[in-house]
């Protein structure tokens, strides 16, 4: 894995807004941007093969990680699930046929020296910078070197994942509703572009607000604005903010399906990283991870829900060496070995590695801070593969 | 924001490593150290199973599931199982039994028999197998395992069965109670009537959206 200083596209704004990615600003310098491609990466098939090898492993085991806390209440109740949904998640995971998951990222720290790959977390249900993978970093790669290739497979996959899910029977209905995370530009984007891929996939798609949501009395099930009967509803709203909503009582009975399934409430959580320990203590994909700091020195503290490096704690040598604020400070914790990230010109880049389905998909860089911690507005820079 | 698209991008990458992932699984990172198994057939469980012990494992389930106190209401079912239940012949409703459990080399059933935990008679042991937790059967979509015993949260929901004395089934009582609370005021609001503003409340407290 090499970083490039590179001339960035004159009218890569233009571009991006052609494609509705319209929400990388987050200042009003020229900087302050969430796509950077006056930089990018390159790595070898080697390399490639490795990150997708981990990222393959790694889900395999986060499924059998899954398979094994449901049957563990006491493990439920540390993943902080709440306990009118349990049945829902264990129900979900036991019917996975009609539960299928549809697609999650890890970020993975990737040593370039050793070709060592560890994984930092898994976000598994609402990942974003989906977006900047499937589109924006591959109309950066044809519009600037066409002749090179990419491990991006992203908007295929998706569209082959509704497809499939759709031709297998396991969605309950051809007619998708999304909805975004409310009063997110970012969100809104996202469900817009899953609405296009499951047009493209033959599938009907409506998109709808979280608060237009409609409970009908009558047999408990969720309708649209049209009062018409929600079958499959794909969110980019956060499965454990859904289960503070009150409308979540009826969410076991109503019928309808989601995307992702309930079951996403254990892996799009931390507290699988000393859970997948415990499992896996002999796996050098994992770093080591627990649920007290007891006999760490170096280690990162993340609440078991946190989004966008919120509320991280870094800790080096006993000391506290870099924090983030957050929203999320009232969550357990739980704690994970530091792993030193590559300095390249002085960036810390973190590899995001998507799985669709149970299939990896590609890959999205992201630039942390001087602290390694990524955040909503780490930038994303795109790659290719050498050769 | 279609965009054309190459068919696929590092193909030949996705084949070799697929095939690498499939002969060589890298040491510590394949098997969980307490390994167990869930099967939704017989078939599927022999494959790494033996065949008879896959098909008893499986007739046990069955037998414990046919035997045990279905659900009084539809709803109740529904809380208890997450699945589409189905009338009995006795009025009672159940959710179909989804497959079973293979604990290491012992079968252990997902439906539990509450007549296993009888001490005023005999246990059958044919639906009571002698297994690793306990000697007790268990359906997928009701039972978890717990501290060397499995409980069933759900059955405080069960026609004639008085709740299981744990703090996940108080849990689901009240759950179940407060379901219960809900139908009866949709009911008495009237068909047809519709509620909205149940959802997204949450993301208030947070912002910056939902992405992760």
């Known amino acids: 894995m090499k970083r490039h200083r590179i001339e960035a596209r004159s009218n890569w704004r233009e571009q991006a807004d052609v494609f509705g990615y319209d929400y990388h600003q987050f200042g009003p310098n020229e900087t302050d941007a969430a796509w950077r491609e006056t930089a990018c ?10 990150l997708h090898a981990a990222t393959q492993t790694l889900h395999g085991m986060c499924l059998q990680m899954v398979d094994h806390v449901v049957w563990h209440p006491e493990l439920m109740a540390r993943f902080g699930i709440p306990a009118h949904l349990t049945q829902l998640v264990r ?3 036991l019917h996975q046929h009609h539960n299928p998951h549809f697609l999650g990222r890890f970020d993975l720290a990737f040593a370039p020296e050793t070709g060592a790959v560890k994984m930092l977390e898994y976000n598994a249900d609402t990942p974003t910078t989906t977006i900047e993978t499937a589109v924006m970093q591959w109309q950066w790669l ?3 070197a066409p002749e090179r290739d990419q491990f991006n497979s992203l908007h295929e996959e998706l569209i082959e994942r509704f497809r499939s899910l759709a031709a297998a029977g396991r969605l309950r209905s051809s007619r998708l509703h999304l909805a975004p995370c409310p009063d997110s530009l970012e969100d809104y984007r996202h469900c817009e572009y899953y609405a296009e891929l499951a047009a493209q996939a033959g599938l009907e798609a409506q998109l709808i607000e979280f608060k237009d949501i409609g409970l009908r009395h009558e047999d408990g099930r969720f309708v649209d604005n049209d009062d018409q009967v929600i079958e499959v509803l794909m969110k980019t709203y956060p499965w454990e903010m859904l289960a503070k909503d009150r409308f979540s009582h009826a969410l076991p009975a109503s019928g309808m399906q989601t995307l992702e399934p309930a079951w996403k409430l254990l892996l799009s959580n931390k507290a699988i990283l000393p859970t997948l320990w415990e499992m896996f203590p002999d796996c050098p994909y994992l770093l080591r991870a627990q649920w007290t700091p007891d006999g760490m020195t170096d280690f990162v503290s993340k609440p078991i829900f946190s989004r966008e ?3 991280i704690t870094v800790v080096r040598d006993g000391g506290i060496a870099a924090a983030t604020e957050g929203t999320y400070g009232d969550y357990p914790l739980v704690y994970q070995d530091y792993v030193d990230l590559p300095v390249m010109d002085g960036c810390r880049p973190v590899i995001g590695s998507w799985v669709v389905g149970d299939t990896p998909a590609g890959i999205l860089v992201r630039e942390g801070l001087s602290d390694g911690i990524i955040v909503d507005r780490s930038a994303c820079v795109p790659h290719f593969i050498e050769g | 924001m279609s965009a054309p698209r190459r068919s696929w991008r590092s193909q030949q990458v996705l084949l070799s490593s697929l095939a690498f992932a499939a002969t060589v699984p890298l040491a510590g990172c394949g098997k969980p150290k307490a390994p167990e198994a869930i099967y939704e057939t017989p078939e ?3 494959i790494n199973n033996d065949d008879g012990q896959c098909e008893s494992a499986y007739l046990a389930a069955q037998r414990s599931w046919s035997r045990l106190p279905g659900y009084q209401t539809d709803m109740d079912c529904k809380l208890g199982t997450g699945g589409n239940c189905a009338r009995r012949p006795d009025g009672s409703f159940e959710a179909p039994m989804v497959g079973f459990l293979m604990a290491g080399q012992r079968p252990v059933t997902y439906q539990r028999n509450r007549d296993c935990d009888r001490t005023d008679q005999p246990r059958d042991p044919n639906s009571c197998p002698s297994t690793s937790v306990g000697g007790h059967g268990f359906g997928v979509s009701h039972a978890y395992y717990a501290n060397g015993a499995y409980l069933r949260p759900s059955d405080s929901l069960r026609t004639g069965l008085a709740t299981v004395s744990s703090e996940t089934s108080i849990h689901t009582t009240r759950v179940a109670a407060q379901a219960r609370a809900d139908a009866e005021a949709r009911a008495s609001a009237g068909r047809g009537a519709v509620s909205r503003g ?15």
């Open chain 1, 41 to 50: 990466y390159s790595f070898t098939a080697d390399e490639v093969e490795r």
């Open chain 1, 91 to 93: 129900g979900s995971w």
């Open chain 1, 142 to 144: 044809q519009a600037t």
């Open chain 1, 309 to 311: 490096g919120q509320n």
């Open chain 2, 44 to 46: 599927a469980c022999a």
């Open chain 2, 198 to 212: 149940g959802f997204g409340e949450s993301a208030a407290g947070h912002g910056g959206g939902g992405g992760e």
